[in-house]
């Protein structure tokens, strides 16, 4: 049974950093893709960032890139998303997610595995 547990999240201002992680268990990872996503009120889910566990390889959508960086930690089986330089845009509920390939993806229909969420709120 694969569990996907965040947390890191919280309430900071705009120009700040935080740090989500994801611990992962219930199976092997290394042939799959780990991905975060985030959910803001009354919009869709949106990709964030992923990561090949095997090999490292990172992906981001255009909105974080060079603020954000995705990272796993093989020995604790946690996937870590650090987030510089926040802005008031980037808050919403951040999801930890897995998916049994390792070809990178943007659709949340391919990711079978979830957590529960972390809050993430950023104010001017």
């Known amino acids: 049974q694969v569990q996907l547990v965040e947390s890191g999240g919280g309430l900071v201002q705009a120009g700040d950093s935080l740090r989500l992680s994801c611990a992962a268990s219930g199976r092997t990872f290394s042939r799959y893709i780990m991905g975060w996503f985030r959910q803001a009120p009354r919009k869709e889910r949106e990709f964030v960032a992923a990561?090949?566990?095997?090999?490292?390889?990172?992906y981001y959508a255009d909105s974080v890139k060079g603020r954000f960086t995705i990272s796993r930690d093989d020995a604790m089986n946690t996937v870590v998303l650090q987030m510089d330089t926040l802005k008031t845009e980037d808050t919403a509920v951040y999801y930890c997610?897995?998916?049994?390939?390792?070809?990178?993806?943007?659709?949340?229909?391919?990711?079978?595995?979830w957590g529960q969420g972390t809050q993430v709120t950023v104010s001017s």
């Open positions: 990561i090949r566990w095997s090999g490292g390889n990172t």
């Open positions: 997610a897995a998916a049994q390939t390792t070809v990178f993806s943007r659709s949340p229909n391919v990711y079978g595995y």
